[in-house]
């Protein structure tokens, strides 16, 4: 069988560096057309370098060399936490989504991977795509953990996890370490205005 070159997907996940402009560039326009505040490449470099508590996967997925989405997950101890996840809106709905995530299963083996989504609220004029974001996660294999995040009082976001080995608590203690993690951007924001 004699396959058309625009058949096969020639996907590409490569690491983002600070000096690939370009990139970092498209990442933040990318960022722009799906998040509602964002923090800038520089930034999240600056994470990366600063915090020594973790390490950091920032990768590019590109098809045929073209830029197509990225994502920035934060590896502790007791598991991984996807901070963002980003598909250009006209490559959405094609499978990019779900092979970056099994991209990310593949280099996390067995270790459990948690990441937050919009809770479902129907006054919220996203709603529609936050419907989207929940099934296309549970589709991938992410539980809603049924943790109201971050309190009952102020349930902005769901917890959603893929893999096992995480207690409640364990889960908890990395949701924190995330907070902790980009509150460095707030205090480096403050000293740097």
């Not at 990441?115 to 996203?126: Q, S, V």
């Not at 996660?137 to 009952?152: A, H, L």
């Not at 995480?166 to 951007?185: C, D, P, Q, R, W």
Request: glycine letters at 6%.
């Amino acid at each position: 069988m004699a396959f058309n070159k625009k058949e096969i997907p020639m996907i590409v996940f490569r690491k983002v560096t600070k000096d690939d402009a370009v990139l970092n560039n498209r990442i933040e326009e990318l960022n722009k057309k799906v998040f509602p505040s964002t923090e800038t490449t520089a930034d999240l470099h600056f994470l990366s370098d600063y915090y020594k508590g973790a390490s950091v996967d920032f990768i590019a997925m590109e098809d045929d060399g073209t830029f197509v989405g990225y994502t920035y997950m934060i590896n502790f101890f007791q598991g991984s936490f996807i901070y963002y996840l980003a598909i250009e809106p006209e490559y959405q709905s094609k499978g990019y989504g779900t092979a970056l995530l099994k991209y990310l299963r593949i280099i996390q083996g067995n270790c459990p991977i948690a990441l937050t989504a919009f809770a479902l609220n129907p006054d919220d004029e996203e709603y529609e795509n936050n419907v989207r974001r929940k099934w296309f996660y549970i589709k991938n294999g992410y539980v809603d953990q049924k943790i109201p995040y971050p309190s009952e009082d102020s349930h902005r976001f769901d917890v959603y996890m893929n893999g096992f080995g995480m207690s409640y608590i364990e889960l908890m203690a990395l949701l924190n370490k995330v907070n902790m993690f980009f509150n460095t951007l707030i205090c480096r924001a403050g000293l740097f205005k």
